[in-house]
């Protein structure tokens, strides 16, 4: 089992350019969550999605959208790269009961430059 | 407030026991994680607390005291391998709300 992937791993963008990152999981997991980390601080919530076809806001939505296409695949598209989205991308999966939330599995990170 | 506080760096030596805490002010949560995270990587699941008291696996054990609003993991027998940032993270509702990260540094 591949576990969770991520593309692209690194990514350089200009101010206004628009782009999607892209995920899935082979655990079959109904839950899945994109975060970003910046130094100094802790992963922050940008969407997640608890069940294939829903989708909710996180602590720091502004800028992205997301799209849960199917069970596996969860993807996060900037629209208009801003240099405050410079930033390291993780997707995550859980099994999405409330009770196993709280272990999550990791792809390898996004990350991305904007100038 | 929803904040968990960790110190940003602690240092030991190798083969040593540390400890690296965890203080929270986060109400309404239902336990808490810890993550370890290499340089450059992702963060793995390392334990989780549901209730208070002392879980131990292997050489890694964390504590949680709900009514100090604190946790702790507990590393023994440490080797150079450890050395990496390791996250709190806390339960509320269906997310997780994180610590900035302790960084471990290990010396021979």
């Known amino acids: 089992n591949a576990g969770v992937t991520q593309t692209p791993k690194f990514q350089v963008l200009k101010t206004g350019q628009s782009m999607t990152l892209q995920c899935a999981q082979d655990?079959?997991?109904?839950?899945m969550y994109w975060y970003r980390q910046d130094p100094g601080m802790g992963l922050r919530l940008i969407y997640y999605?608890?069940?294939?076809?829903?989708?909710d806001k996180g602590e720091v939505p502004n800028g992205y959208n997301v799209s849960r296409l199917n069970k596996r695949e969860f993807s996060l598209r900037l629209e208009s790269a801003a240099p405050s989205q410079t930033s390291v991308y993780f997707c995550a999966s859980s099994e999405g009961q409330r009770g196993d939330v709280y272990e999550q599995y990791f792809g390898p990170g996004t990350r991305l430059t904007v100038t | 407030g929803q904040s968990l506080e960790q110190p940003s760096e602690v240092t030991a030596v190798e083969g040593a026991i540390v400890q690296i805490n965890c203080t929270y002010q986060?109400?309404?949560?239902?336990?808490l994680s810890w993550y370890q995270q290499h340089d450059g990587g992702a963060p793995t699941f390392l334990s989780y607390?549901?209730l208070d008291g002392l879980e131990e696996k292997g050489r890694f054990s964390s504590f949680l005291s709900r009514s100090k609003g604190y946790s702790y993991l507990l590393l023994k027998e440490l080797q150079m391998k450890d050395s990496a940032s390791y996250l709190c993270a806390a339960l509320r509702n269906v997310q997780l709300i994180w610590g900035a990260g302790t960084k471990l540094i290990i010396k021979p």
């Open positions: 986060t109400s309404g949560f239902y336990g």
């Open positions: 607390n549901a």
């Open positions: 999605s608890a069940s294939e076809g829903t989708t």
């Open positions: 655990m079959n997991h109904n839950s």
